[in-house]
């Protein structure tokens, strides 16, 4: 599977990827599963490692003779690897499984509920992508939606917000989301989507592997067993490489601002999930929620 990433877009492409905007958020809402169960279970570093190495294993099996036939280009490409690497499969991993052990689901997701706005304004200053009057609206739409969501329809609970250090850990993870998304798109790359992202998930495997130790020996000791394995491998195969090979295939055709949107979808998806594995009721404001959120991903993926 290859492609060539300075080819121009074909009709059926773009579709696919707008198609892949309600798909990914599914895949990604998986690691709040994991999260929630992760703890006691398996260390965070130690979590995310194993993840990475075993998405990297999965995405080579249908991109290894590209890589094979490239990989003189590794070479002049290796920086921004490491760096793609240490952002996506580093911070926004680990970081996020050590925040959600001492702050709250609702802080959690009004974090992440600004990366698309972060995402769209340096889209806008760095990669100078158009964003219009309808792309504003409908991220405005967006976050309006997620917050509905996440407030539970009680906007009266913002005043009553608190930091702790795990909004700290979140804080960092959704600032290096967006620092991801934009290089993605600002750093011309030889691989296709695919190739080029088990590169990044190997690189991620090598940032990770001097951390993990150190989280063994002197934080979190991880015991291997059956539970800490099937922990690794559904995030490995949902949101990691399937969620993330999605949204290479949605920033080539979409570009990094219309596709940060896909992010708003996370609570409607989360809250789905959580009545059908986890017997949680889904209430009224997560229909508004809906309501606010789908038009504001039409109108910000338009092109």
Same mark, same amino acid.
């Given at each position: 599977?290859?492609?060539?990433?300075?080819?121009?877009?074909?009709?059926?492409?773009?579709?696919?990827?707008?198609?892949?905007?309600?798909?990914?958020?599914?895949?990604?809402?998986?690691?709040?599963?994991?999260?929630?169960?992760?703890?006691?279970?398996?260390?965070?570093?130690?979590?995310?490692?194993?993840?990475?190495?075993?998405?990297?294993?999965?995405?080579?099996?249908?991109?290894?003779?590209? !890589?094979?036939?490239?990989?003189?280009?590794?070479?002049?490409?290796?920086?921004?690897?490491?760096?793609?690497?240490?952002?996506?499969?580093?911070?926004?991993?680990?970081?996020?499984?050590?925040?959600?052990?001492?702050?709250?689901? !609702?802080?959690?997701?009004?974090?992440?509920?600004?990366?698309?706005?972060?995402?769209?304004?340096?889209?806008?200053?760095?990669?100078?992508?158009?964003?219009?009057?309808?792309?504003?609206?409908?991220?405005?739409?967006?976050?309006?939606?997620?917050?509905?969501?996440?407030?539970? @329809?009680?906007?009266?609970?913002?005043?009553?917000?608190?930091?702790?250090?795990?909004?700290?850990?979140?804080?960092?993870?959704?600032?290096?989301?967006?620092?991801?998304?934009?290089?993605?798109?600002?750093?011309?790359?030889?691989?296709?989507?695919?190739?080029?992202?088990?590169?990044?998930?190997?690189?991620?495997?090598?940032?990770? !592997?001097?951390?993990?130790?150190?989280?063994?020996?002197?934080?979190?000791?991880?015991?291997?067993?059956?539970?800490?394995?099937?922990?690794?491998?559904?995030?490995?195969?949902?949101?990691?490489?399937?969620?993330?090979?999605?949204?290479?295939?949605?920033?080539?055709?979409?570009?990094?601002?219309?596709?940060?949107?896909?992010?708003?979808?996370?609570?409607?998806?989360?809250?789905?999930?959580?009545?059908?594995?986890?017997?949680?009721?889904?209430?009224?404001?997560? @229909?508004? @929620?809906?309501?606010?959120?789908?038009?504001?991903?039409?109108?910000?993926?338009?092109?």
């Amino acid at each position: 599977m290859t492609c060539n990433p300075a080819a121009p877009l074909q009709p059926g492409e773009i579709r696919v990827a707008q198609a892949l905007v309600f798909v990914a958020p599914a895949l990604w809402s998986v690691n709040y599963l994991v999260a929630r169960r992760a703890p006691g279970v398996i260390a965070p570093h130690a979590l995310a490692l194993f993840r990475w190495c075993v998405a990297a294993l999965l995405l080579a099996a249908f991109c290894h003779r590209e !890589i094979a036939a490239r990989r003189s280009v590794i070479v002049t490409e290796w920086k921004h690897l490491l760096v793609l690497g240490a952002l996506g499969m580093w911070v926004c991993g680990a970081f996020v499984y050590i925040g959600g052990r001492s702050t709250s689901a !609702i802080n959690i997701g009004l974090l992440y509920a600004a990366a698309p706005v972060l995402i769209v304004l340096a889209s806008t200053l760095i990669l100078r992508e158009r964003a219009g009057v309808l792309q504003l609206a409908g991220v405005g739409l967006g976050v309006a939606g997620v917050l509905h969501v996440l407030l539970r @329809g009680e906007w009266w609970q913002l005043l009553q917000l608190h930091i702790n250090p795990g909004d700290a850990w979140v804080a960092v993870a959704v600032l290096c989301w967006a620092a991801y998304s934009v290089l993605l798109r600002a750093w011309p790359s030889a691989f296709g989507p695919l190739a080029r992202l088990t590169l990044i998930a190997c690189a991620g495997s090598v940032v990770l !592997i001097p951390v993990s130790i150190a989280e063994a020996l002197f934080w979190l000791p991880s015991e291997l067993s059956w539970k800490s394995l099937g922990l690794v491998l559904a995030a490995a195969l949902l949101p990691g490489a399937g969620a993330y090979a999605a949204h290479s295939t949605m920033q080539r055709a979409l570009g990094a601002a219309r596709v940060s949107v896909a992010l708003y979808l996370g609570p409607l998806y989360t809250a789905a999930i959580a009545w059908a594995v986890l017997g949680e009721r889904i209430e009224v404001f997560h @229909g508004v @929620g809906a309501l606010l959120i789908l038009p504001g991903i039409w109108l910000s993926t338009r092109r």
